[in-house]
């Protein structure tokens, strides 16, 4: 995390977010990993275990982490902002799906 500035609502993180998302490869891992969550999300209710929500949690912050570790090489803001942080992952989720995520990159002053 590049930036000490204190977010004290949603609409003030999103952007710095999106900034602490600028690699592409760092973007995918998050969807995959998001994608994964909803899986077993969706199994844990399917199936009535709530193990399946430990699953969840373990594979989005898995995939999440390895790129920003590895790809971002920032540190993940879920550390500081763990509710932003989460809302503001399943918000890039649907701007992913929904073919927004560009604009709202742009916006966020992404390359």
């Not at 900034?19 to 909803?38: D, P, Q, W, Y």
């Not at 590895?70 to 929904?98: G, H, Q």
């Amino acid at each position: 995390m590049t930036e000490n500035k204190q977010y004290n609502t949603l609409s003030e993180f999103w952007p710095f977010y999106l900034r602490e998302h600028s690699n592409k490869m760092n973007r995918v891992l998050h969807f995959i990993g998001t994608s994964c969550a909803l899986f077993f999300i969706v199994s844990a209710i399917y199936f009535l275990n709530v193990w399946y929500l430990l699953a969840a949690l373990f594979s989005g912050y898995f995939f999440a982490w390895i790129g920003h570790f590895f790809l971002e090489k920032n540190r993940p803001a879920t550390f500081i902002y763990p509710v932003k942080s989460f809302i503001s992952d399943w918000r890039m989720y649907f701007c992913t799906i929904t073919g927004q995520l560009g604009k709202e990159l742009q916006k966020a002053g992404v390359k």
